[in-house]
Nanobody, 121 residues
Framework: QVQLVESGGGLVQAGGSLRLSCAAS????????MGWYRQALGKQRDLVAF???????NYADSVKGRFTISRDGAKNTVYLQMNSLKPEDTAVYYC???????????????WGQGTQVTVSS
């Protein structure tokens, strides 16, 4: 059973910073990739940042240069450092672990419960 537990959300002013943490129940290297997604009120859930097992990273254009995804294998934890936060960053942020497998569908995604990030102006 895979469990992902997020923490670090909260209320900050525009220009401030937060660091989100996602603790996995097992080795993060057992997944093909892990990512952070966000869902603003009334909108779809979108990719924010992604990191592969080989440590390659990708970011949404809206957060490039401001957010950084990283991992700590010893702690089985993935982080999202968010700097220069903007009101439009307000959303519920979800951690996800992706696993390729033999089956239908071939990609399995495990989700955390989400943590609220609110950025005031």
């Amino acid at each position: 059973q895979v469990q992902l537990v997020e923490s670090g959300g909260g209320l900050v002013q525009a220009g401030g910073s937060l660091r989100l943490s996602c603790a996995a129940s097992g080795s993060i290297f057992s997944f093909n990739g892990m990512g952070w997604y966000r869902q603003a009120l009334g909108k779809q859930r979108d990719l924010v940042a992604f990191i592969t097992s080989s440590n390659s990273t990708n970011y949404a254009d809206s957060v490039k240069g401001r957010f950084t995804i990283s991992r700590d294998g010893a702690k089985n934890t993935v982080y999202l450092q968010m700097n220069s936060l903007k009101p439009e960053d307000t959303a519920v942020y979800y951690c996800a672990a992706h696993k390729l497998r033999v089956g239908v569908p071939p990609l399995t995604t495990y989700w955390g419960q989400g943590t609220q990030v609110t950025v005031s102006s």
